[in-house]
């Protein structure tokens, strides 16, 4: 089984920049995709970022393309989203998440993280 904890959320100014972890732990997640969601209030989990098993192939939604970028340490277990020159609208608890599949993502993804806050003021 696995589990994912995500780290590096926090208070940041609109402009700034910060560096979430996604550490997986109970199994090697070296052959998974690893995907970023985040929630904000009252909406619902939106699509961030994914990367396929070797950090070559990536995939954004629209809104963050360009200013977020995803990858991965397979030796260390562990993905990342870099999100630089953030927005207000950005804000949200973003999720860690590991799909056992080939690469696009598809459907759902078999392990989630519990989440941590991303708060950016204006």
């Known amino acids: 089984q696995v589990q994912l904890v995500e780290s590096g959320g926090g208070l940041v100014q609109a402009g700034g920049s910060l560096r979430l972890s996604c550490a997986a732990s109970?199994?090697?997640?070296?052959?998974?995709?690893m995907g970023w969601f985040r929630q904000a209030p009252g909406q619902e989990r939106e699509f961030v970022a994914a990367v396929s098993w070797n950090g070559i192939l990536t995939r954004y939604t629209d809104s963050v393309r360009g200013r977020f970028t995803v990858s991965r340490d397979n030796s260390k277990n562990t993905a990342y989203l870099q999100m630089n020159t953030l927005k207000p609208e950005d804000t949200a608890v973003y999720f860690c998440?590991?799909?056992?599949?080939?690469?696009?993502?598809?459907?759902?993804?078999?392990?989630w993280g519990q989440g941590t806050q991303v708060t950016v003021s204006s």
């Open positions: 109970g199994a090697t997640v070296s052959s998974y995709i």
């Open positions: 998440s590991a799909q056992d599949g080939y690469w696009p993502p598809v459907g759902e993804y078999d392990y």
